[in-house]
């Protein structure tokens, strides 16, 4: 899957495996089909308990699997509605942090919201003795 990581106000598309390590097989669960997949070479063992492995719900499989078949649509030149790249913020509420433009440049200040869809903060700066809430854009600000 294709996912926007924001680090150091730097932004890049990462591509990366959506669940590593992990085979999803679609079974009616008999002693002998659950035998098969157990004694498969690096099979090393099921999600859920040990001698009760646990069903995927339907859902769950279709948010797995969506991206796949969306890929596999637009090879074949079928048009597809394609969800936007999941962004990974490495920005966290509470965070202190300072002003690198703008009229606030050089404070400090704290994160108090993520807007991610708009890749923007709301951070508290301290102006005359109180906390004064200021939107930035994540490369607006840097880390302490």
Do not use: C
């Not at 669940?19 to 009616?28: A, E, F, N, S, T």
């Not at 703008?102 to 919201?113: D, K, Q, R, V």
């Not at 807007?115 to 709301?122: A, F, G, I, N, Y």
Request: proline fraction near 6%; aromatic fraction near 6%; avoid cysteine.
């Amino acid at each position: 899957e294709e996912v926007v990581e924001i680090k150091n106000a730097q932004r890049k598309v990462i591509n990366r495996v959506r669940i590593p390590g992990y085979v999803l097989v679609r079974m009616d669960l008999t002693d002998a089909s659950w035998g098969a997949v157990r004694h498969t070479p690096g099979v090393t063992g099921f999600v859920g308990n040990a001698h009760n492995p646990v069903p995927l719900r339907l859902d769950e499989v279709f948010s797995m699997l969506a991206p796949v078949f969306e890929e596999e649509q637009a090879e074949k030149g079928k048009p597809v509605k394609r969800a936007a790249a999941q962004i990974d913020v490495d920005f966290e509420v509470g965070e202190s942090v300072i002003v690198k433009e703008g009229p606030f440049e050089t404070l400090p200040a704290t994160i108090s919201e993520i807007k991610v869809e708009s890749q923007t903060l709301v951070v508290l700066v301290s102006i005359f003795e109180r906390e004064t809430p200021v939107t930035l854009a994540f490369n607006q600000v840097s880390k302490i």
